[in-house]
């Protein structure tokens, strides 16, 4: 019996902070990754961002910053080294229009952000890691389930699909 996984990308704060709380449509990598279609748990990984609108690499954020032309609120001390929401990666390109895509980078397109509401102390790694569900607090997974249920139907079918391809379900 296969356990069931998900997978993971570390993402520095603020970044991961707006994806799930600023309508932070793109994530920008230098890399295309195999299979990135799909959902895909939010790291905050303990370092802070080195690019940061305002002054540079401060974990303790106050106000408004404007990032992409968009004025936002800044985190107050985000959760760092933990699991903090989902997200749905639905497309990857070059040639973004969203006003968070960077020039020369790969432009993962995201959607459907779910951030969770206690971050589940977790350490990250570079590029794709795997998270067994059950290793999870229950009310985390409940949280998952909620979040899949809402989705429409065509998404969670291509869920279910892209279980099944990757061969993590249980047979259950």
């Known amino acids: 019996m296969s356990v069931l996984s998900l997978k993971a990308l570390s993402i520095r704060q603020p970044w991961a902070h707006w994806i799930l709380h600023a309508r932070k449509d793109v994530e920008n990598r230098s890399w295309l990754p195999f299979?990135?279609?799909?959902?895909?748990?939010?790291?905050?990984?303990?370092t802070w961002a080195s690019r940061v609108p305002g002054s540079q690499a401060q974990a303790h954020m106050v106000g408004s910053v404007r990032v992409a032309?968009?004025?936002i609120d800044a985190p107050i001390n985000p959760p760092r080294g933990a699991l903090v929401g989902i997200i749905r990666v639905w497309m990857?390109?070059?040639h973004s229009v969203s006003p968070w895509a960077e020039p020369g980078m790969w432009h993962w397109h995201?959607?459907?952000?779910?951030?969770?509401?206690?971050?589940?102390?977790w350490r990250g790694r570079q590029r794709f890691f795997n998270v067994p569900i059950d290793e999870l607090p229950e009310g985390t997974r409940e949280e998952l389930r909620g979040w899949l249920g809402e989705l429409p139907q065509s998404v969670r079918e291509e869920f279910d699909a892209w279980l099944s391809e990757r061969g993590d379900s249980d047979g259950d």
């Open 35 to 46: 299979d990135v279609c799909g959902p895909l748990l939010v790291h905050a990984s303990k």
């Open 69 to 71: 032309g968009v004025l």
């Open 110 to 121: 995201l959607c459907d952000p779910l951030a969770f509401s206690e971050p589940v102390p």
């Open 92 to 94: 990857c390109e070059q």
